[in-house]
Nanobody, 125 residues
Framework: QVQLVESGGGLVQFGGSLRLSCAAS????????MGWFRQAPGKEREFVAA????????QYGDSVSGRFTISRDIAKNTVDLQMNSLKSEDTAVYYC??????????????????WGQGTQVTVSS
């Protein structure tokens, strides 16, 4: 089992920055993929970013590429999402997720086995 707990959400002004953190515990494989997704009211869950738990390769959704950065803090055992130049359309509940043992990156929601409870991000104009 894997437990994921997100933190860092909140209210931020247009153009501002926010850093989300996902505390991970349990049986995480070095080849697990850690991902961030988001879901706005009335919309489907959307892929934001992903990286291998072991580090290295990253992948981003088109709408956040160049503004968001995913990283891992080994000391804290977290996967973080630095969000810059925030826009109103970034408002959503953000979820952290992880796959089982896997050898390739994925942005597909169904590929992720474990999910956190989500943290709300609201960008005011």
């Amino acid at each position: 089992q894997v437990q994921l707990v997100e933190s860092g959400g909140g209210l931020v002004q247009f153009g501002g920055s926010l850093r989300l953190s996902c505390a991970a515990s349990g049986r995480i494989f070095s080849t697990s993929v850690m991902g961030w997704f988001r879901q706005a009211p009335g919309k489907e869950r959307e892929f934001v970013a992903a990286m291998m738990w072991s580090g290295g390769t990253t992948q981003y959704g088109d709408s956040v590429s160049g503004r968001f950065t995913i990283s891992r803090d080994i000391a804290k055992n977290t996967v973080d999402l630095q969000m810059n130049s925030l826009k109103s359309e970034d408002t959503a509940v953000y979820y952290c997720a992880s796959t089982l043992n896997r050898n390739s990156m994925t942005s597909t929601t169904n590929a992720y086995r474990y999910w956190g409870q989500g943290t709300q991000v609201t960008v005011s104009s």
